[in-house]
């Protein structure tokens, strides 16, 4: 029997942080392949309009779960 994690992505809370004039959006991805981390950053100025759960992460990685016949369990808040 395959283990619980197994065809499984598993995305992270967003962890959001300002560091030399810009905001950083980060999740961590789970895969069978290993872990990485999806990142966005953007100027500071635009601090205001990123969201703090994890709805741009859902959307960039649906494609790629889907593709490889990934079940998709997020930590965060949709």
Same mark, same amino acid.
């Given at each position: ?13 967003p ?13 961590d991805?789970?895969r ?6 999806l ?6 100025e ?7 759960? &994890?709805? +741009? !992460?859902?959307?960039a990685?649906? @494609?790629? &779960?889907? +593709? !490889?016949?990934?079940?998709i369990? @997020?930590?965060?808040?949709?």
């Open positions: 029997m395959a283990p619980d994690n197994w065809c499984r992505m598993i995305i992270s809370r962890q959001i942080k300002c560091k030399n004039g810009q905001v950083i959006y980060k999740v991805v789970k069978m392949e290993g872990e990485t981390s990142w966005y950053s953007l100027d500071e635009y601090a205001d309009y990123i969201s703090p759960v &994890a709805d +741009a !992460a859902l959307i990685l649906l @494609i790629p &779960a889907m +593709a !490889a016949g990934e079940n369990t @997020i930590e965060g808040g949709v």
